[in-house]
């Protein structure tokens, strides 16, 4: 059953700082997942600026880079073969194809970041969130949920730019991402990006 953990608490991190015998440990993966407009980017954004410390899980794509994108940085960018290799060699925690392109994240370079005792967050989509629980069972998974039903309809629809039957998926989409929230350990509700960025760190560490 997730525990939702409301802004404002007293962090647990605080908490064990306050410990006259800190007790040292092997930080989890944390993965922040959630519905489509409920703000992950712009809360993991928000934390890193403040804690670059915390490492965010670069994944690796067949996608051409775009005007801008650095290797390593944005994405890893492989070939077809290459990452039919990656594959075969279980060296994915998880991967998926979006638009003709597949994404995945390196196993090897989070495995390397958790044992040198760094937190490790990875920032996927609910069916990448799903594989990583098979493939590292251990991982922690952090559902963002938005504070309404109503609140992430104005979210998606507020370009207003797509039409009404590709607003009409994104909200069906929605919905179905919603309902997974009961699959994860942890549930944070983006009411603020400050209160949320601080209560995921918390998590991390």
């Known amino acids: ?31 922040l997942s959630g519905p489509s407009g409920v703000g992950k980017s ?13 490492w965010l899980s670069v994944s690796a794509t067949t ?15 492989v070939s077809d073969d290459e990452f039919d290799k990656l594959i075969a060699n279980g ?4 991967w998926a194809e979006f638009a ?3 994404y995945g994240t390196p196993r090897r370079a989070v495995e390397d970041r958790l044992e040198a005792g760094e937190p490790v967050l ?21 559902f963002l949920a938005p504070p309404s039903w109503e609140e992430l309809v104005r979210r998606l629809t507020g370009r207003g730019t797509e039409s009404p039957e590709v607003i009409e998926r994104r909200l069906a989409a929605a919905r179905v991402e919603l309902a997974a929230e009961k699959e994860f350990d942890t549930t944070l509700v983006n009411t603020s990006v400050e209160d949320v960025a601080r209560e995921l760190l918390a998590l991390l560490c």
């Open 63 to 77: 996608r051409k880079p775009r005007p801008g994108e650095r290797e390593g940085v944005q994405y890893f960018f």
């Open 1 to 31: 059953m997730s525990n939702t953990v409301s802004p404002g608490t007293v962090s647990p991190l605080a908490r064990r700082e306050e410990s006259p015998v800190p007790v040292a440990r092997r930080p989890r993966l944390t993965v």
């Open 122 to 142: 990875l920032e996927i989509d609910l069916q990448g969130a799903r594989l990583v629980r098979e493939s590292m069972p251990d991982a922690q998974l952090v």
């Open 91 to 94: 060296e994915l925690l998880e």
């Open 42 to 54: 712009t809360v993991v954004a928000h934390l890193r600026k403040a804690h670059p410390e915390v």
């Open 100 to 102: 003709g392109n597949r």
